[in-house]
């Protein structure tokens, strides 16, 4: 079984900045790519940013040029540096492990976080 599991959430000012973690653990081959998601009360979640094994980094339009993804693959981790936050930045923030094998010939599927609430309020 794998999990992950995030940290760095809590409160911070408007303008602050929060670096949120994420570690998967358990038996795992390869990951073919990790994301952060967001869901606000009362709203759906939503697509924060994606990076693939290789590096590459997309991101939702209205967090890029603020927010920052970054992954440590020997350690199957995953990072979201978060700058300039703002209020409607609160949310649980989930991160996603996509495509996974837990052996080499082994089927993949996605696996998804807890969670960890991030605050911006001052």
């Known amino acids: 079984q794998v999990q992950l599991v995030e940290s760095g959430g809590g409160l911070v000012q408007p303008g602050g900045s929060l670096r949120l973690s994420c570690a998967a653990s358990g038996i795992i081959f390869s990951i073919d790519a990790m994301g952060w998601y967001r869901q606000a009360p009362e709203k759906q979640r939503e697509w924060v940013a994606t990076i693939i094994s290789g590096g590459s980094t997309n991101y939702s339009d209205s967090m890029k040029g603020r927010f920052t993804i970054s992954r440590d693959n020997a350690k199957n981790t995953v990072y979201l540096q978060m700058n300039s936050l703002k209020p409607e930045d609160t949310a649980v923030y989930y991160c996603?492990?996509?495509?996974?094998?837990?052996?080499?010939?082994?089927?993949?599927?996605?696996?998804w976080g807890q969670g960890t609430q991030v605050t911006v309020s001052s």
């Open positions: 996603k492990a996509v495509r996974v094998r837990t052996a080499r010939w082994g089927a993949k599927r996605d696996y």
